[in-house]
């Protein structure tokens, strides 16, 4: 049973530049989230995807943006990147309507991306 | 006040050492509280998740919750090098955000 895959494992983007991260869910789950870490700290919510739709947005500015897809899968944006983007962002799946209280997560091993 | 304060560490035991991971938080609001391991160059993999105060136990891994003093702990028991890895507490209201702290590096020397 597949886990959560994400790709590009690491990209090297020059400050300006737009970047795409990829993220197939485990299989089963149909709810997205995105997390930035930066070095050194803990994962810091972005935000979620159910039913194709961003449910809620963590303090981070519309440079980020996102996108579900049919199959459940989903892609990360970030335009106009800037050096303190530099980060690795992980992608976690869950399944809505389960007993979600506790909102179990399911991470990708994550995307490494280096801002220059 | 940050919402979460975890020591970063890093915290370094022998092998076969009892390991005690610590938590506070300031949101009365929090009501799920988990703890989550993450090995170098990896995603966080979930360890345990409880509900209430008290204490939850897996194998030789125990976590307890102290909600009047909003404070969590995870307690390993006879620690093995497989143990070393980042330790990050987590939280969550029941929405659709997990809050983590700023996780806890540990090494277990064999």
């Known amino acids: 049973d597949a886990g959560v895959t994400q790709s590009p494992t690491h990209l090297i983007k020059t400050r300006g530049q737009q970047v795409t991260l990829r993220c197939s869910p485990k299989s089963g789950h149909d709810t997205v989230s995105w997390y930035q870490q930066a070095l050194g700290q803990g994962p810091q919510f972005i935000f979620q995807y159910y039913e194709e739709e961003e449910r809620q947005r963590g303090n981070f500015p519309d440079r980020f943006s996102g996108h579900q897809f049919p199959n459940y899968s989903s892609e990360l944006n970030v335009n106009a990147l800037l050096l303190g983007d530099s980060a690795l962002y992980l992608c976690?799946?869950?399944?809505?309507?389960?007993?979600?209280?506790?909102?179990?997560?399911?991470f990708g091993a994550g995307s490494r991306l280096t801002v220059l | 006040q940050k919402e979460v304060e975890q020591d970063p560490g890093p915290l370094s035991v022998p092998e076969g050492a009892i390991v005690s991971l610590n938590c506070t938080y300031s949101?009365?609001?929090?009501?799920?509280f988990m703890w989550y391991r993450q090995y170098s160059r990896k995603g966080p993999e979930l360890l345990m998740y409880?509900?209430?105060?008290g204490n939850k136990e897996d194998g030789r891994f125990t976590a307890q919750v102290d909600k009047s003093s909003k404070y969590i702990s995870l307690f390993i028991r006879d620690s093995q090098p497989s143990d070393s890895a980042t330790y990050l507490c987590a939280f969550h209201t029941g929405g659709f955000k997990t809050i983590f702290g700023a996780g806890t590096r540990l090494f277990v020397k064999a």
């Open positions: 409880t509900y209430s105060s």
């Open positions: 949101n009365s609001a929090f009501q799920y």
């Open positions: 976690a799946s869950s399944l809505q309507g389960a007993f979600s209280g506790a909102n179990v997560l399911t």
